[in-house]
């Protein structure tokens, strides 16, 4: 059941250069990011918590080989056109899509599509929860930033990203920790149902 | 924008004998029923009455080739351990799958797997909304059932299957036309928001 990773984001590696170093580790952080959070999803839907899954990579199919069962022989992936997850807790529709940002001082929008955008909005037009869970890899922290204030920084042609003092104001910092490795219903807690911890 | 099909599901079939054609009518049946859904779902989407999206079939990669950029050469379809749909709507979480029955007399249970009862009794638990659709070929009738009831016919294992007079009595006939193809929210309004018009 416990399929927890052995902290493979910290490997030490050895005999190389600094700068390698930085390089290799850096390059899983965005895929570290991602199998984290699904490891805090499987946690919460385990424990009967949340039930928010991740979203199937579209594939468009292009040839099926059906002489032994039906076997995809030509296919490619396909962009995203709405956001990685998606579920239900306390009865909520919860919709959020996950950023890594390299940046020390702000969150690239430029790979946030219009259709996520568009897909975002309705989200919350039908009373939905809709947010941005963001990894601030620099200040290795975590934020969960509302849809809507992403989608106006995204409106607003002027900016091409957010700052990071922006996310750390308006965001909520999601605590990170060992199981569930991110506390993102407790986050959710926070921003829409106006729970806090005291 | 309207990409309504030409009422496939009617189209006569000359020049056959009656049990060719109610083979070719209704092999397409099934079909025909998950594009209407589709289409009365688009209908929701473009009219911002609700968000709910059809879950892409998960496929399992086995093989890419990046020598002219990722193409996917050796993959298969798996099965939907989920449901078939999921979205928003009146900011509550909506998850349904749709089933076909030919039969006159009752819904086979066999092509439900444990994972997608599983599936649903835990969007219950985290208080969504979660049913079936459910088309009576027969009857040319589509009923919404909520999951509930179908989860406590499966789980009685003396019954393969749920009777007709059993989907009738229980569920809510979902109306159908042309735009949209079926009222699916309005059936959605009657089972869970206790609305009905006079």
Redesign the interface.
């Given at each position: 059941m416990i399929n927890y990773p052995n902290g493979s984001k910290n490997i030490l590696i050895k005999n190389k250069t600094k700068t390698q170093k930085e390089d290799i580790v850096y390059k899983n952080r965005g895929m570290d990011f991602e199998n984290d959070i699904n490891l805090s999803l499987n946690y919460f839907?385990e424990n009967?918590l949340?039930?928010i899954?991740k979203?199937?990579?579209?594939?468009n199919?292009v040839r099926v080989d059906y002489s032994h069962?039906?076997?995809?022989?030509?296919?490619?992936?396909e962009k995203q056109s709405?956001t990685d997850y998606?579920?239900?807790?306390?009865?909520?529709?919860?919709?959020f899509e996950a950023k890594n940002s390299k940046s020390k001082t702000s969150l690239p929008l430029h790979n946030i599509t219009p259709h996520q955008i568009n897909?975002l909005e309705?989200?919350i037009?039908?009373?939905?929860i809709a947010f941005f869970m963001i990894s601030l890899e620099s200040l290795d922290k975590v934020y969960l930033l509302d849809a809507s204030f992403v989608i106006s920084f995204y409106k607003s042609k002027e900016r091409a990203s957010i700052p990071v003092s922006e996310i750390t104001r308006n965001g909520i910092e999601v605590e990170q920790g060992y199981m569930p490795r991110y506390q993102i219903l407790k986050a959710i807690d926070e921003a829409y149902f106006h729970e806090k911890d005291i």
């Open positions: 839907a009967n949340a039930l899954l979203r199937t990579t579209p594939i199919v069962g039906a076997r995809i022989v030509d296919a490619y992936f709405t998606n579920g239900v807790y306390r009865g909520k529709y919860i919709d897909h309705k989200v037009k039908h009373g939905g």
